[in-house]
């Protein structure tokens, strides 16, 4: 069955950077574009990036625009998110997610808890 | 900066009817926008149940539908049940790649 499931959460210092990742499996990855979401706790979901099946297009949301990669290595079937000059509004639970039907999000992970603080 | 605003709460009787909607601060939600629904539990990833503006995802009871109204997406629940209680967020497609997730609605069944 289709399984995302991220890691590289963790406790971080402001203005530091962190790596997330996310290892597909039970689809064929490489024709699929994936999406990273997050979730501050207690609020509501924020889509952060989308990057295409090939990684040939990439968008952000405006508010990690600049400070965050979203990137994919279909060899080995996992997506990765850069997140650089890291805030204390950046803490969250990031969720990977594949691209579903008709612009949608679908296939969650359970998430990684990333926490700046000092 | 584009908002899409959801109600904040509802509450509805079992075997109930509800009709959540997801607008935007400017402008009018249509198809174009793929409008898309996801229910959320606490401690859970979200679930997605509407795509497209109103074709349910695999597994998801038909109980559940979408639909434009008026200038808004809208999700009805026919027949609420007790696990319906959670949290429902939409999505809209505002082109160039860009996704935004609405406020969300915390619906209460009882």
């Known amino acids: 069955q289709v399984q995302v499931v991220e890691s590289g959460g963790g406790v971080v210092q402001p203005g530091r950077s962190l790596r997330l990742s996310c290892a597909a499996s039970g689809f064929t990855f490489s024709s699929y574009g994936m999406h990273w979401v997050r979730q501050a706790p207690g609020k509501g979901l924020e889509w952060v990036a989308v990057i295409w099946y090939d990684g040939s297009k990439k968008y952000y949301a405006e508010s990690v625009k600049g400070r965050v990669t979203i990137s994919r290595d279909n060899s080995k079937n996992t997506l990765f998110l850069q997140m650089n000059t890291l805030r204390a509004e950046d803490t969250a639970v990031y969720y990977c997610?594949?691209?579903?039907?008709?612009?949608?999000?679908?296939?969650w992970g359970q998430g990684t808890l990333v926490t700046v603080s000092s | 900066q584009t908002v899409v605003t959801q109600e904040p709460s509802f509450s509805v009787s079992p075997g109930g009817t509800v009709t959540l909607t997801c607008g935007l601060s400017s402008g009018s939600v249509s198809a174009s926008h793929y409008p898309s629904w996801y229910q959320q539990t606490p401690g859970q990833p979200p679930r997605t149940l509407i795509y497209s503006t109103n074709t349910r995802s695999s597994g998801v009871p038909d109980r559940f539908s979408g639909s434009i109204v008026g200038n808004k997406a809208a999700l009805t629940i026919t027949g609420a049940q007790a696990d319906d209680e959670s949290d429902f967020f939409c999505v809209l497609y505002m082109g160039s790649g860009s996704f935004v997730f609405g406020t969300g609605t915390k619906v209460t069944v009882l």
């Open positions: 997610a594949t691209w579903g039907s008709a612009w949608s999000i679908d296939n």
